[in-house]
C-alpha cells in the first residue's frame, strides 16, 4: 500500500472525534504505526525491509487501513516474514492487540478480523493470543466473521494440544452469550444494536442460529474439549436447557457427565471470557461501572458472568486484600442488589455458590468460595436478612440442584464449611449458628447440616 500523499490526510483507525489527536501527533495512539509504514514506503518490501524491526507495525497499518480486498503482496509480505523469521508472526499480531480495541473504526475492526483469519490460515504463532483476544470482546459489530472462523478450523485447532484451551474459550465465549441472550436478544440489546451481521440477516433468528449450531456441535464432536471449561459447562447448558436444540444433548449426552464435568473446577481464564478487559479493569468503579454495563437494555443478563469471574477469576493477594481495596464479597452484593429479574437473581445466587456444590478439598481453591461465606457473615448484623436469603437459597440447591447426587453434594458442601473455618476465612460458624436475627429454622438446619455424619456419595 502506498504512502499516503501528503496533501491527503492519512487514514484513521480509531474513532474519537476531533479531541483525538491526529496521526501525525506523537502523542496518537495511531503514530507509531503511521510512522513505521511511512519508513518502508515500497508496496513490496525487499529482503532488507522483511528484516526491519518497523514491518510488524507497518503492515500492520496497511491490513487496518486498506480500503479494499487485502493484495496479494501483503500477504506475501506478511508470510514471507513470517517463514524467513519465526518470531516476526507473533510480533504482527501484538502490534494488532495493541490498538484500543473499543475505539477502532468499524472498517479496522473487519481488518482486524481478516487478519486473524489469515493468521489462522497459516496457523501461525500468534494467531491464538490474537483470537483469545477477540473473544473477550465478544459481542462486537463485525464478529460474525470470528464464529466462522472457530467454526472453518474446530477439527484443526481440537487436533492441536497447545490450542485445545483456544477452542473451549470459543464455546464458552459464544455459550454464555445464548445465555445472556436466553431464547431471543433483548430488544435494544447492546450485544446486538450495531452488529451489521443481524441486521442484515433475514432475522435475529439466523444470527442466533449461527451460535447454537456452533455450540451443539462442539458439544457432540469435540466434549472433552469443552470439558475443559469445568463446571461452568454444565451451568451454562442448564441455562439454556429450555432452547430446543439442546434439549437432545441432556437426553443423549449429558446424564452420564454431568457428574465428572461438576468436579472440575472452572479456571480462572474461562470466566475471565464473559467479562471484557474494560469491564474487569472498571469493575471497581461501581456507579460508573453500572450507568455503562448493567443499565443498558439486557446488561442485567451480564451479572451472574460477573458474580463468576470475582470468584474464580480474580483472585488478590494478601497484598493487595490488606490494602484497602474494596474487597470481593462487597462487590457481589452490590451486583445482587442490582437484579431486579427473578431468573437473573436465582443465576447469580448459583453463580455465587456453583464450586460449594462441588468443592473437593485439596481440589478447589478457597477463594472460589470465599465470597459467599463473607457476605453471609459480614452482612448478618445489620442486613440479616440478605444472610437468609443466601443461606435458604444454599440448602435449596443441595435438596434440588441435582436430586440423583443430593447426597454427594452435600458432602461437598459440608466440606466446604469446613475448609473455611479450617483454613481460618473465619473463625468458625457461631456469627450464623448463633445469630438471634438468622431466622431460628435456618439456624437449626445449619447447626444440623454440619454436625452430621458424612452420608457417603453417590
Same mark, same amino acid.
Given at each position: 500500500?502506498?504512502? $499516503?500523499?501528503?496533501?491527503?490526510? $492519512?487514514?484513521?483507525?480509531?474513532?474519537?472525534?476531533?479531541?483525538?489527536?491526529?496521526?501525525?501527533?506523537a502523542s496518537s495512539p495511531e503514530h507509531p504505526f503511521l510512522s513505521a509504514h511511512l519508513l518502508?514506503?515500497?508496496?513490496?518490501?525487499?529482503?532488507?525491509?522483511?528484516?526491519?524491526?518497523?514491518?510488524?507495525?507497518?503492515?500492520?497499518?496497511?491490513?487496518?487501513?486498506?480500503?479494499?480486498?487485502?493484495?496479494?503482496?501483503?500477504?506475501?509480505?506478511?508470510?514471507a516474514a513470517g517463514g524467513r523469521f519465526p518470531a516476526f508472526y507473533q510480533a504482527f499480531a501484538s502490534a494488532l492487540l495493541s490498538f484500543p480495541f473499543p475505539?477502532?473504526?468499524?472498517?479496522?475492526?473487519?481488518?482486524?478480523?481478516?487478519?486473524?483469519?489469515?493468521?489462522?490460515?497459516?496457523?501461525?504463532?500468534g494467531f491464538g493470543t490474537l483470537l483469545a483476544s477477540l473473544l473477550r470482546r465478544v459481542p462486537f459489530p463485525g464478529d460474525a466473521r470470528l464464529l466462522e472462523l472457530f467454526t472453518e478450523h474446530a477439527s484443526f485447532l481440537a487436533d492441536e494440544e497447545p490450542l485445545l484451551v483456544l477452542l473451549a474459550s470459543a464455546a464458552f465465549a459464544f455459550l454464555r452469550?445464548?445465555?445472556?441472550?436466553?431464547?431471543?436478544?433483548?430488544?435494544?440489546?447492546?450485544?446486538?444494536?450495531?452488529?451489521?451481521?443481524?441486521?442484515?440477516?433475514?432475522?435475529?433468528?439466523?444470527?442466533?442460529g449461527k451460535l447454537v449450531s456452533f455450540c451443539v456441535s462442539m458439544l457432540r464432536d469435540h466434549f472433552q474439549v469443552c470439558a475443559l471449561i469445568g463446571r461452568d459447562l454444565v451451568r451454562s447448558l442448564h441455562e439454556l436447557a429450555l432452547v430446543p436444540e439442546f434439549q437432545p444433548l441432556w437426553r443423549d449426552l449429558m446424564p452420564d457427565r454431568v457428574g465428572d464435568v461438576c468436579r472440575m473446577s472452572t479456571?480462572?481464564?474461562?470466566?475471565?471470557?464473559?467479562?471484557?478487559?474494560?469491564?474487569?479493569?472498571?469493575?471497581?468503579?461501581?456507579?460508573?461501572?453500572?450507568?455503562?454495563?448493567?443499565?443498558?437494555?439486557?446488561?442485567?443478563?451480564?451479572?451472574?458472568?460477573?458474580?463468576?469471574?470475582?470468584?474464580?477469576?480474580y483472585h488478590p493477594t494478601n497484598e493487595v486484600m490488606n490494602s484497602g481495596v474494596i474487597a470481593r464479597w462487597v462487590v457481589i452484593g452490590w451486583l445482587l442488589t442490582g437484579c431486579s429479574k427473578g431468573y437473573v437473581m436465582a443465576n447469580?445466587?448459583?453463580?455465587?455458590?456453583?464450586?460449594?456444590?462441588?468443592?473437593?478439598?485439596?481440589?478447589?481453591?478457597?477463594?472460589?468460595?470465599?465470597?459467599?461465606?463473607?457476605?453471609?457473615?459480614?452482612?448478618v448484623p445489620q442486613y440479616?436478612?440478605?444472610?437468609?436469603?443466601?443461606?435458604?437459597f444454599l440448602f435449596l440447591l443441595i435438596d434440588n440442584y441435582d436430586v440423583r447426587r443430593k447426597d454427594a453434594i452435600a458432602c461437598c458442601v459440608r466440606s466446604a464449611f469446613e475448609a473455611l473455618v479450617k483454613k481460618r476465612v473465619i473463625l468458625s460458624l457461631?456469627?450464623?449458628?448463633?445469630?438471634?436475627?438468622?431466622?431460628?429454622?435456618?439456624?437449626?438446619?445449619?447447626?444440623?447440616?454440619?454436625?452430621?455424619?458424612?452420608?457417603g456419595g453417590s
Open positions: 500500500m502506498p504512502p $499516503p500523499s501528503p496533501s491527503s490526510p $492519512p487514514p484513521r483507525l480509531l474513532a474519537g472525534g476531533d479531541h483525538l489527536q491526529p496521526p501525525t501527533s518502508l514506503p515500497s508496496p513490496s518490501p525487499s529482503p532488507a525491509d522483511l528484516s526491519s524491526p518497523h514491518l510488524p507495525h507497518a503492515l500492520a497499518f496497511a491490513f487496518l487501513t486498506q480500503p479494499s480486498t487485502l493484495p496479494r503482496h501483503l500477504l506475501v509480505a506478511l508470510h475505539l477502532l473504526l468499524p472498517h479496522a475492526r473487519a481488518r482486524l478480523l481478516l487478519a486473524a483469519s489469515e493468521l489462522a490460515r497459516a496457523a501461525a504463532p452469550l445464548l445465555a445472556r441472550n436466553r431464547l431471543a436478544p433483548a430488544p435494544g440489546s447492546a450485544e446486538c444494536k450495531d452488529c451489521k451481521e443481524c441486521k442484515s440477516a433475514k432475522s435475529l433468528e439466523e444470527c442466533r479456571p480462572g481464564w474461562c470466566t475471565a471470557l464473559a467479562v471484557t478487559a474494560e469491564m474487569e479493569t472498571q469493575l471497581l468503579y461501581q456507579l460508573w461501572f453500572a450507568r455503562k454495563h448493567l443499565m443498558v437494555p439486557g446488561g442485567e443478563e451480564r451479572i451472574p458472568d460477573i458474580v463468576r469471574f470475582i470468584c474464580c477469576g447469580a445466587k448459583l453463580a455465587l455458590f456453583y464450586d460449594w456444590l462441588f468443592f473437593e478439598e485439596g481440589r478447589g481453591s478457597i477463594m472460589n468460595i470465599e465470597p459467599a461465606m463473607l457476605q453471609m457473615v459480614n452482612l440479616a436478612d440478605i444472610s437468609n436469603m443466601l443461606l435458604e457461631e456469627p450464623l449458628t448463633c445469630c438471634e436475627k438468622l431466622s431460628p429454622l435456618l439456624r437449626q438446619k445449619l447447626v444440623a447440616f454440619v454436625s452430621s455424619s458424612n452420608p
